[in-house]
């Protein structure tokens, strides 16, 4: 598997991250280990998940899924062949996004330990936290990287405004800088990444890992009327995509998919894989045979008339 080099860091992964959002909440602790055997079996190396992930599930409090994560690679003993990115800054019951040094503090040290590993490779802001300085953010990280808990930092959600003023602050104080961001990017849902916050990212050599990459996911192809919605727990989450702009781009990704023999999901992270600025997109899995599209997404090929359509319908 080919791999590529996100932003100016010296780690290179595979052009799709395996999404840990499920892990702990619908697939269950010896489904993760199979879907992590699976995937990392197929060569490819990052695995991106949250401090929080799955607070929002019914019994669980967050810290399920590093939990997971950090069982299956003590038990396969291969922490030094995977890239493990993980999160901080959501709710974990302090009742606000937060990113002051003090919490920063604390949450790194719960996450290695869910983790069972000494350093965390990529760390991410979640959210912005409108009542912490970026100057108090960003010195608590130059301290975790001091201490080699982490090794690069990067920001999730983050407009152009925010990462500019983010990347102007690393530089006046000599701070670290943001080296990755992680927007919600994928064929229906561009307008927030598409435009001055691509362009930044690319002038800077920021890596780019998308989430929500098939758009919770519609851009299977499996969910075509409000009928379709009860298929999975994530469903609803897609109710707002059934509308007429949604129909075309699923009717352009039939076309595609069609000429590739391929399924739409595999098409739509291709498309993705092959935005320029885009580093690699991250996607989930709850079944093996989900893997294995997922790493047929990942050195599938698209063609320029293939790309325009999508890009037009999509625009």
């Not at 901080?88 to 302090?94: E, I, L, N, P, Y």
């Not at 869910?114 to 912005?128: A, E, G, I, M, N």
């Not at 983050?158 to 602050?169: E, F, K, N, P, T």
């Amino acid at each position: 598997m080919q791999k590529r080099r996100l932003g100016q860091t010296d780690l290179s992964i595979a052009p799709l991250v395996l999404g840990g959002n499920v892990f702990g909440w619908t697939a269950d602790e010896k489904t993760s280990f199979d879907l992590l055997d699976r995937f990392v079996g197929a060569g490819l190396n990052a695995i991106d998940t949250a401090d929080s992930y799955s607070r929002w599930a019914p019994g669980n409090k967050g810290g399920e899924s590093e939990t997971i994560i950090g069982k299956w690679m003590k038990s396969r003993g291969n922490r030094d062949k995977v890239v493990v990115i993980t999160k901080v800054g959501s709710d974990m019951g302090q009742g606000r996004k937060d990113l002051s040094a003090a919490y920063i503090e604390k949450a790194i040290d719960a996450s290695l330990k869910r983790l069972q590993t000494d350093v965390v490779d990529l760390y991410l802001s979640h959210w912005p936290d409108p009542t912490t300085p970026y100057e108090e953010t960003l010195g608590a990280y130059q301290k975790l990287l001091d201490k080699g808990k982490i090794r690069y930092v990067g920001a999730s959600n983050l407009d152009a405004g925010q990462l500019r003023a983010a990347l102007d602050v690393a530089s006046l104080r000599g701070l670290p800088r943001y080296a990755v961001l992680q927007p919600e990017y994928n064929l229906y849902d561009r307008a927030s990444f598409d435009g001055p916050l691509r362009d930044l990212c690319m002038a800077e050599d920021i890596g780019v890992i998308t989430y929500f990459s098939l758009a919770k996911g519609f851009l299977s192809g499996k969910y075509r009327s409000e009928t379709d919605l009860g298929k999975s727990a994530r469903g609803d989450g897609v109710k707002g995509y059934l509308n007429a702009r949604g129909m075309r781009i699923l009717a352009a990704l039939d076309a595609v998919s069609a000429r590739h023999s391929a399924k739409q999901a595999e098409v739509a992270l291709a498309w993705v894989i092959a935005r320029p600025g885009v580093t690699a997109p991250i996607a989930s899995a709850t079944k093996l045979d989900q893997v294995d599209s997922l790493v047929r997404a990942a050195s599938l090929s698209l063609s320029p008339d293939d790309i325009a359509e999508l890009d037009s319908t999509s625009a």
